[in-house]
C-alpha cells in the first residue's frame, strides 16, 4: 500500500462519487420547461423559483432530515412550495411534476469522471473502503447496485438500513468496527463540510471535502478540512 494512503477511506455516495445535485438540475430544468404551459409560467421562471424552493426546502433540518426518507413527498412539496410563490397553486399538477421527475430520476443520474476508476484503484491499492449514505435504504441501495458499488466496498452503511445518518457518530463507529480500523489511520470523503468533514473529525478522523463546485470554503464556515479536492479522482492522481 502506498505511505499516502491510509488504512482505510470511507466516502459518502450523494455529491461525491454520483453527480446527484448536479443530475437533479438538469432534470428539474428539463421538467419546468415541458410543464410551463401547464402552470402558466414562463419556463425559465419557472425553473428558478424550483431551485429557490428546493434550497428552501433542504435548507431546514427538520424538512431535510424526513425528505430524505420520503423523496417523493419532498419533491412534491418543491413542487407546491414554487407553484404557490409563482401565485399557480396546484396540487394536481405538483403530483404529476413529482412523478414525471421521479421515473426519469435515477436514470439521469451517473458518476462523476472518474469515480469509479479511483475507487477501483484503491481497492487494488490494498486500501478498505467504506460507503456511509444518508436517505432512505431502498433509494440509496438502488443507487448502489445501479452503478456496481457493492464489490468496491468493504463496508456499506446505508441511513434508512441502519436506522441512523450522518452526523451522528454511531454510523462512523460502526464502519470503524466493521472495517476493523482505528480513526487515525481512516479518512472520511465528502462534499458536506459538517456531516462528512468536522463529525469525523471530532472522532479522530481526516476529513477530506470534496469541492466539486469549485466554490472554496465558505467565508463564514469554521471547519478546516485536511485535504480539499474536486474530485475523487484525486485521491489517485487522475
Not at 463540510?193 to 473529525?201: M, N
Request: hydrophobic letters at 40%; one cysteine or more.
Amino acid at each position: 500500500m502506498p505511505d499516502t494512503y491510509p488504512h482505510a477511506i470511507i466516502f459518502d455516495l450523494d455529491d461525491t462519487i454520483l453527480d446527484t445535485t448536479l443530475s437533479a438540475d438538469r432534470l428539474w430544468s428539463r421538467a419546468a420547461e415541458y410543464f410551463a404551459d401547464r402552470a402558466g409560467v414562463d419556463a425559465s421562471v419557472f425553473d428558478e423559483q424550483m431551485k429557490v424552493s428546493r434550497v428552501w426546502f433542504w435548507s431546514d433540518p427538520d424538512r431535510n432530515r424526513a425528505g430524505r426518507m420520503d423523496l417523493y413527498k419532498a419533491r412534491a412539496g418543491c413542487v407546491e412550495h414554487a407553484l404557490k410563490v409563482l401565485g399557480a397553486s396546484d396540487n394536481e399538477l405538483a403530483t404529476a411534476i413529482a412523478d414525471w421527475f421521479t421515473e426519469r430520476r435515477i436514470p439521469e443520474m451517473k458518476p462523476f469522471d472518474g469515480a469509479i476508476e479511483a475507487l477501483q484503484s484503491l481497492k487494488q491499492a490494498g486500501v478498505l473502503l467504506g460507503l456511509i449514505s444518508n436517505g432512505k435504504g431502498e433509494t440509496q441501495r438502488d443507487k448502489v447496485i445501479r452503478f456496481g458499488l457493492e464489490p468496491l466496498f468493504n463496508c456499506i452503511i446505508l441511513e434508512g438500513e441502519f436506522g441512523a445518518g450522518k452526523p451522528d457518530r454511531r454510523v462512523f463507529d460502526h464502519a470503524l468496527s466493521e472495517l476493523q480500523v482505528q480513526p487515525e489511520n481512516t479518512w472520511m470523503v465528502g462534499d458536506n463540510l459538517h456531516w462528512e468533514v468536522a463529525a469525523p473529525q471530532a472522532l479522530g478522523m481526516k476529513g477530506v471535502w470534496v469541492d466539486w463546485r469549485n466554490t472554496g470554503l465558505p467565508a463564514d464556515t469554521d471547519v478546516q478540512p485536511d485535504r480539499i479536492i474536486q474530485s475523487i479522482a484525486e485521491l489517485v492522481g487522475k
